[in-house]
């Protein structure tokens, strides 16, 4: 739990010293604790102690949501004030050039403590950094709010048989974890839907508008295909796993 969600384990640990060992269905009652402490401290506690850390709970609009309310009940909503204003006005501005049309958040960062694992992520750690999703559309060219997988994640806008696949070439090095991500999709849906070049790649440039965003990334075969020549627009490395399923980006 405490892996997760970061404050899981030490609220379990306080559900167990409610519950006397000789108690009756001890478990179960734990259990009920737990989940009422928890919900308590997320949703109540959190928010407000969170901000001495540095950081604050993404503020959700019209134009702004969670891919799942899993994403909240994690506690992995979390990012530093100047990261929260600039994905809130990328959002707004995004809304207004496709009226109707989210940008969807994914993994963010964890309310407390730096340098604390957000896994499976390797740099999410700092209140810095954030991942949305790709931009999808209809089978009519219509852009829409539909993604194509439950978590948000391991649907891949795989490389064309002309463009670069570093997948192949990150495992090929031994990387074996950098395609981990398709086992996490939790489940594919939206089979119909396909990938916006067009609407993702006004995202994107959105993104790297914001003065304060000092890297985005996303997997070099998108970034030939859209033409995203921003200097900001950067290759993580084969370490961590492959981003044709979402964008990353983060504060300078």
Known sequence: MTVVTQIGGIIYLIAILFVKKSS?????????IFAILYLLTTFLIVPNVAPTFGREKIKESVALKAHSFIYKLANRNYVRPELNKSIGQIATEFEKQNTGIKIVYLDANFPFIDKFPLLPHLSHNDGKKIDVSLIYENDNGQLTNKKPSVSGYGVYEMPTEKEYDQAEVCKDKGNWQYDFPKYLTLGKINKEIKFSEKGTRQLANL????????KLFIEPHLKTRMNLNNVKVRFHGCQAVRHDDHIHFQLE
């Open 24 to 32: 009756e269905k001890k478990q179960l009652k734990r259990i009920g």
């Open 207 to 214: 993104i790297l508008k914001q003065k304060n965003i000092g």
